[in-house]
């Protein structure tokens, strides 16, 4: 399989961010400050859970939705989607009502895209190779250097 290494930074950043919010919310940071307990605890622990599975999926290099390799690469982003809707439950089912904050949908997405990146850039990759093979007439490429 090949590297993706933008996709890669882009799955560390993210957990990255993840995982200090999850911080932040445990500790009852801004919007947090007035939040129940058990709601902090279920939404950090959520949240945490979200920026391990971005950091596994920024470790093997593979994403969240992978054709081979381990489960978690090739289902992950389903897990990803059910803890994102269990965040917003706990948020839904939460008495707090100066809690403004809702989990960021977009992050659902973020394995597609990559996934769809990597697709797009290994397609100009080998669009490039058939017309530099059509441009030489002997078959063989030029020398650089």
């Known amino acids: 399989m090949p590297k993706l290494k933008l996709g890669a930074a882009l799955y560390a950043l993210l957990a990255l961010v993840e995982l200090v919010s ?4 445990y500790a ?8 129940e307990p058990w ?8 949240l945490a859970l ?6 596994v999926g920024a470790v093997t290099r593979r994403g969240l939705v992978a054709d081979d390799g381990p489960w978690i ?13 269990a965040t917003f439950a706990a948020l ?16 659902v997405f973020l394995p597609n895209f990559v996934k769809r990146l990597q697709e ?6 080998e ?4 017309e530099i093979n059509a441009a030489e007439p002997d078959g063989e490429r030029p020398t650089t250097g």
Not at 92 to 107: E, H, K, V, Y
Request: hydrophobic share 50%; with cysteine; net charge neutral.
């Open 39 to 46: 709601f902090l605890v279920v939404v950090a622990s959520m």
């Open 73 to 85: 690469c090739r289902k992950g982003w389903i897990v990803v989607i059910g803890l994102t809707a």
């Open 22 to 25: 999850a911080v932040l919310v």
């Open 127 to 130: 669009e490039a190779e058939r």
């Open 120 to 125: 797009k850039y290994y397609e100009g990759v």
């Open 92 to 107: 839904m089912l939460s008495d707090t009502g100066t809690i403004r904050t809702f989990p960021n949908p977009a992050i």
């Open 50 to 55: 979200i920026g391990v599975l971005l950091g």
């Open 28 to 35: 009852a940071h801004g919007d947090y400050a007035q939040g």
